[in-house]
């Protein structure tokens, strides 16, 4: 059963920088195509960044240009890196696989605000 545990959250100020930490279980994490996800009070959740095992990036708009989604294969780790916050930034940020699949982990809170 592939899990997921989300983790470096926090409150950061408008224009600062965040990096977050998942790692992941299961089998064939390397070929596997990784994302992060997020989901706003209110909102439905989205889809933020995915990286292919092969390391293709492909972001959502609104993020494009300040976030960076990186993979470790060897730690089954991936990692989003998140710069130039704002307000519309703050949600719950989950990783999972892409497509995802229907257990998430917990997410870690973002909240950006001065």
């Known amino acids: 059963q592939v899990q997921f545990v989300e983790s470096g959250g926090g409150l950061v100020q408008p224009g600062g920088s965040l990096g977050l930490s998942c790692a992941a279980s299961g089998s064939l994490f390397s070929i596997a195509a990784m994302a992060w996800y997020r989901q706003a009070p209110g909102k439905q959740r989205e889809l933020v960044a995915t990286?292919?095992?092969?390391?293709?990036?492909n972001y959502a708009d609104s993020v494009k240009g300040r976030f960076a989604i990186s993979r470790d294969n060897a730690k089954k780790t991936v990692s989003l890196q998140m710069n130039f916050l704002t307000p519309e930034d703050t949600a719950v940020y989950y990783c999972n696989r892409s497509p995802a699949r229907p257990t998430w982990g917990q997410g870690t809170q973002v909240t950006v605000s001065s």
């Open positions: 990286i292919t095992g092969a390391g293709n990036t």
